[in-house]
Every structure is written in C-alpha cells, then in structure tokens.
C-alpha cells in the first residue's frame, strides 16, 4: 500500500470516530471507503468508478431491522472484526481494512442493488466488472458524501443529520488518488452536476426513452472533464441503471466507440 492511499485510510478513520457513536450510524460498522479490488483496478487498462451518495445500512445486517436475531458483526467485511473498534489504525491494520475492503465482492456483496451496475459495467468495451478475473477490468464503488453507513438510509435522514455527515472533500481526494477513466453515477441529476460538472459543461451526447406511461424519459449523458468521462444515468426506483438492456448496450457501445 501507498503513503498516499495510507493518509486517505487515515483521514476516513479518523472522520468515522467523530460519528461512530451518533444513533443514526450503523453499529457496529467500519467507514467503506471503497467497495472492491483496489489494487486490481490500479492495474486495470480501463479504470471505472461507479459512485452513489453513502454506504448501505444492509452492508452490516442482513436486513434493516437492527433487532435481527439473524445480525452478524460487520457482516459483509468479517476481515476487518479484529480493528472494527480502533480508535486509530497503525500500518498493519490499515493493511487488514484494505484487504477486508478489495475482497467486498468474494465476500457477500449486496447483490440486489449492485447487480445493476454490475451489468452496465458489462457493456462497456473493453470489458469491466466488479468481480476480480470476471472480466478485463475491475471496477470499483465510492460513495459522495460519507462512507459512514446509516439507519435510516441517505433519503431518510434529517437535513442536520446530512450537513454532520457530509465530507466531499474526503471524496475528491480518493477520486484524485484513483484518477478513473470513467466515472459512472445513476441518481440525481443535480448532485451529479454539482460533483463533477464545471459551470458551462456540455453533454457530449444525450441517450433517452420514455417507457410507457412514465413521467420523464430515462437517460444516459456522458460528459467530459479532464481526462475523464463522467456518465450520468437514471435511477429507477433506488436502483441505479435499472434501464432497458438493449438501451443500454447501445447507449454505452457508443459511449466507448466514440467518447472513450
């Protein structure tokens, strides 16, 4: 591991010990800082991040339920039990976060949520996906806001709970650190444009349908920024790019073919 990725564990820990306590955050849980094989993305000729707003409450309980019998100790990241209640990590146990984090999706992932992005990834060309030698990529999940997991979820939180919460600047640093080729969102289209848009961006494309009897067409629209691609895509219903398959093989074949 990296000076640079050690000081970025550093600053997320210490972050989580100022919230860890608070009854809205997930306990007991670990700041996810990432979601996925870092060290494989590193290597990646196509570097991908997919980015939502804050980790899952389902990341630490099979169910949102925190008197679940069926509740297990950090759940989805068992590798990690033995530093779960550090006040602060040394070099070693910043090494056992990073390998209970790369080993998210060999473990148990929330495969009801990821599996849709999970299958955009698939479309992309060359090949990319989450799950290390599935493909010729490996992609990787972060979060905007936190990498706290709370209950309830983002949508559900009180505005002073969300100001507390929210550390963006701790989000640009790791983006920089992994300095993407693509990065993919599917969510709100403000908070995209406020994360990753300067004023007077211009869509290199726009990619739309309307399904029948929808309010509002679903769409895909690839921006360029520095060096790299950021892709907004609708959320549909909670579920990120839940959109028609052939729209969206389509729409992200041209993506690659013209803008990648």
């Known amino acids: 591991m990296d000076k640079i990725l050690k000081e970025i564990i550093e600053m997320y820990w210490s972050d989580f010990q100022k919230h860890k306590n608070k009854e809205y955050v997930v ?3 670990i700041p996810i800082i ?3 094989d870092i060290e494989t993305y590193k290597k990646s000729d196509l570097k991908v991040v997919t980015v939502a ?3 899952s409450n389902r990341e630490f309980s099979p169910s949102e339920d925190k008197n679940d019998k069926s509740h297990k100790i950090l ?4 590798k990690a039990e033995t530093i779960y209640k550090n006040d602060t990590l040394d070099d070693d146990d910043k090494e056992i976060l990073c390998e209970a984090l790369n080993s998210y999706f060999e473990t148990e992932p929330y495969n009801s949520w990821f599996k849709w992005l999970e299958r955009a990834l698939g479309f992309l060309k060359p090949s990319v996906s989450y799950y290390n030698g599935k493909a ?4 990787i999940h972060i979060d905007i806001y936190t990498a706290v997991a709370t209950s309830p979820t983002w949508g559900r939180l ?3 709970s969300k100001e ?3 550390n963006i600047d701790l989000f640009k640093k790791l983006l920089a650190y992994l300095k993407p080729d693509v990065v993919i969102f599917s969510g709100d289209f403000n908070i995209f444009k406020n994360t990753f848009l300067n004023q007077g961006s211009e869509p290199l494309k726009e990619y739309s349908y309307t399904p029948e009897n929808a309010k509002y067409p679903y769409r895909i629209i690839p921006f360029k920024t520095d060096d790299t691609v950021v892709i907004f895509g609708s959320n549909v219903q909670g ?3 839940q959109l028609k398959e052939d729209f969206l093989k389509t729409t992200f074949s041209d993506i690659c073919e013209r803008f990648i």
């Open 27 to 29: 306990s007991p849980s």
């Open 34 to 36: 990432w979601f996925g």
């Open 53 to 55: 707003l804050n980790p």
């Open 75 to 78: 759940f989805r990241f068992p």
């Open 136 to 139: 010729q990529n490996c992609a």
């Open 158 to 160: 009180s505005a002073e």
């Open 164 to 166: 507390d919460l929210t």
């Open 239 to 241: 579920n990120p790019l």
